[in-house]
């Protein structure tokens, strides 16, 4: 559509257009959040309730954070394939050192995190793509991982298992701290100046550059933070399963990518949305387990109905940002 | 006395044969983490044929299988919560980690759901658990062996995969057999991880270092890749212990008609997942007095009754044994002597 429009004068109505995919666009993470939830409603009413929501949201917490890691890579225009291994790192040494010695494993925690900064670092002055480099690091966390624990095991800290244990009253645990979340990070990444050239980092690098500002720094910072919230998730889920596993964490790197993408964010170009990511994380979350166990499917086919739904549910995405381009 | 009352009741059961029925109403759901090998169709198709007669009979009201798509721990631990929202009275688990299900399992019996674990079991205490005595069996391997070769001499072993508790048991089994065995002794030890093509590789590569075997104590699933090993090599052919599958069930069929080949043949039947099945519905049922941890036996074959069990066992598959209530009682009663 708007192409048809000649270049530099867009109509009132083209403009309107614009601006109604653009409104299509930052509503369809909460639209197709509320046909998953629909869904779920209608196949077992009995999920939408307090108690429902702990339990079926609970787990998505850390797959919301660490989608929340990815989004600041992506932002970059970098892609993070080892912030599941890194995951099951973090798991690795809460059940074990942070349990055991806090201090010890607080320590090895923010080491992690500058290592993950380092990391931005050695990206943006090598040049190297970041693709090959956290595929590296992602045998690298796995690695120390099973060093750190062998064989399943290792407790919970108590002060996490009573965070995560948390009820307030009226809205369940997993619904406030999704929209703490979403709520700061938004206001960081989006409300702030410096998080302005966070983004404009990965949108347009050279502009960032000529205007002054350290593409070094920016890209370590959104390591950084990226490496920060990869540490949150570890920790909120051990603080969920109470006990540890080194491959845990495994499957959240594909995860986050997807939540990422499907919260509206975009694979080049900086364009992310912190509450679209954290809405896509839930979304995904609920659409491949408690979705596909009330639907009841064979279990022959359960894995590839896994697989579907989450096919549908990005299809849609596309389709949107077809129309919009 | 609790115990002798409890037995008692479970008797007079056992003699009935018949269940309580008041479960008929009940839903049991069973949660698996993997479905990618022999061994878990195998376990899946026991477990479908016998919960489906259970619901037909009405024993049960539903029982639904449930499998992720991934071995990952947080995918099975949403799915268990899942199934309690999905309102389940029994949930029968094949877990992928011992301990890092047990928050996710501690929300079931918090919410009064009775949960089974077997094979891939859970370590939280409120559930039950229904393992195979794996350390027996490596004992059992030893004393078989000792039949075979009255005079002793030289053992390899072939071990299983590193780093699970298995492994570790029925390693731990054949070393304490050998030690009541001074006529044998282990001369070498390869890792085979349950699988013919890995075992065979392991042999031949330690086969040329070893003084003449006189027998091979393993742990399932390598006994025919160590016979094509010693095959390939030209070397005589040891007696070797079987774990039930069917390649190895075969291949000791076509030596025994050649020459009267003697072994022996031992594994866990996939089909305890109908036993933990049984469980479930007896602790539903009221039995609250079933021990939280069932030791149950492995399933074995002889010289003599192995071939008739050979027809059976699909190409690739593993031999099993379903089990009935009745079976699950008296399992349930060699438990709690």
Known sequence: MAALLPAGAPSRSGRETARRTRLLRA???????????????WLNPRAISYFGFSLMLNLAIPIALATISQMFVIAGNELDLSIGTFVGFVGCVT????????????????????????????????????????????FVWQG???????????????????VTGFKPPFVPFPIVAALVIAAIVHFGLMRTSYGAVLRGSG??????????????????????LAGLFGVLSGMTLIGITTSADANIGNGYTLLAIAGVILGGGEFMGGRVSPVGAVIGALTL?????????????PPDWQVAANGAILIVVLAARVLISRREA | MKKIFALSALAVLLASGTALADTSGKKIAFSNNYAGNSWRQSMLKSYDAVAKKAVADKVV??????????????????????????GYDAIVINSASPDALNGAIKQACDAGIVVVSFDGIVTEPCAYRVVVDYEKMGKEEVEQMAKFQPKGGNLLEIRGLAGTSIDDAIHKGITEAVAAHPEFKIVGSVTGDWDQTTAQKAVATILPSLPPIVGIVDQGGDGYGAAQAFAAAGKPRPTIIMGNRQDELQWWKEQKEKDGYQTWSGSIAPGVSTLAFWVAQLVLDGHKDIPHDLIVPYLSFTQDNFEA???????????????TQADALAAIKDNMK
């Open chain 2, 309 to 323: 069990a050979l027809p059976d066992i699909p190409k690739g598959g593993v031999a099993s044994h379903e089990y």
């Open chain 1, 203 to 224: 949108g347009n690098p050279a502009a960032i550059a000529r205007a002054g500002w350290s593409l070094l720094r920016t890209k370590m910072v959104l390591f950084g």
């Open chain 1, 95 to 138: 059940a074990t050192w942070l349990h055991d010695a806090p201090l010890l494993g607080a320590a090895v925690l923010l080491g992690s995190i500058a290592v993950y900064a380092l990391l931005g670092a050695l990206i943006h002055l090598r040049n190297l793509p970041s693709i090959v480099v956290t595929l590296g690091m992602s």
């Open chain 1, 285 to 297: 979350a609920l659409a491949a387990s408690p979705l596909l166990t009330f639907m009841r499917i």
């Open chain 1, 144 to 162: 120390l991982a099973i060093l750190i624990l062998p064989k399943p095991g290792g407790k919970a800290p108590d002060w996490l298992l009573a």
């Open chain 1, 27 to 41: 509503l369809l993470p909460a639209l197709s959040l509320a046909i998953v939830l629909g869904a779920i409603a």
């Open chain 2, 61 to 86: 009201a539903a029982a639904d299988v449930f499998t992720t798509a991934d071995k990952e721990v947080p995918t099975q631990a949403a799915q268990v919560q899942n199934l309690i929202l999905q």
